[in-house]
């Protein structure tokens, strides 16, 4: 993380204790840096508006707007944005709702400062985080019983394998030997197939049923 910006990070909590407990974690890292604080969805999406910050992390039991409908409204408003979900909750609908919503990562609030500013990074890189908790509430919300009838081409399978390792596209690209246009396609055309609506869920989806070794 040397040589360049601090990653800009907004926070989004309506206890305000909980904020400057993030906010005291997350400024002694010198790669990140805290540009806004909001207490709740309202707020949240007017400063990210104005401060345009790297990475959200967010709440979701909040008042006036929660942290769902705000991270739906600013990853419809900005696709390339980076919400992360931090929250107590671990209820299996919240987690898909916050997924489906568009965040990028999931994790629960008793996890270490380390794992926070991992996830914080590897957002900012477009990779994403689950804490063994959402993950498991993940695959059993959204996984049958019965294995999905998968119709995946050999090149998607590709794409998915490197999905699972936590590749970027940019990076699936130079492995593979191929655009990041063509990345971008292959992964659309896997998320249709899974029935998915993020590479979290399709990663799941891949891990519980052993599509790829």
Do not use: C
Request: glycine fraction near 4%.
């Amino acid at each position: 993380m040397t040589n360049r910006d601090p990653i800009r990070i907004i926070l989004v909590d309506d206890h305000a204790v909980l904020r400057s407990g993030l906010k005291y974690i997350t400024e002694v890292i010198d790669s990140i840096e805290v540009v806004g604080e909001a207490s709740n969805g309202i707020e949240a999406i007017q400063m990210y508006n104005e401060l345009q910050p790297d990475v959200v992390l967010m709440d979701l039991m909040m008042p006036e707007m929660d942290g769902i409908e705000a991270t739906r409204q600013i990853t419809k408003e900005d696709p390339g944005s980076r919400v992360i979900v931090l929250s107590s909750s671990k209820e299996e609908d919240m987690v898909q709702a916050a997924l489906e919503a568009g965040a990028v990562s999931y994790l629960t609030k008793n996890i270490s400062s380390a794992e926070l500013t991992n996830a914080i990074e590897k957002a900012f890189s477009g990779v994403p985080t689950l804490t063994p908790e959402a993950t498991q509430a993940l695959i059993h919300a959204k996984v049958k019983p019965t294995k999905p009838n998968i119709d995946l081409s050999p090149r998607e399978l590709d794409v998915l394998e490197k999905l699972v390792m936590g590749q970027t596209n940019p990076q699936i690209a130079e492995a593979l030997f191929i655009s990041r246009s063509t990345v971008k396609r292959h992964v659309s055309n896997i998320f249709a197939k899974l029935n998915v609506n993020s590479r979290t869920e399709a990663v799941a989806l891949a891990i519980k049923h052993k599509i790829v070794e």
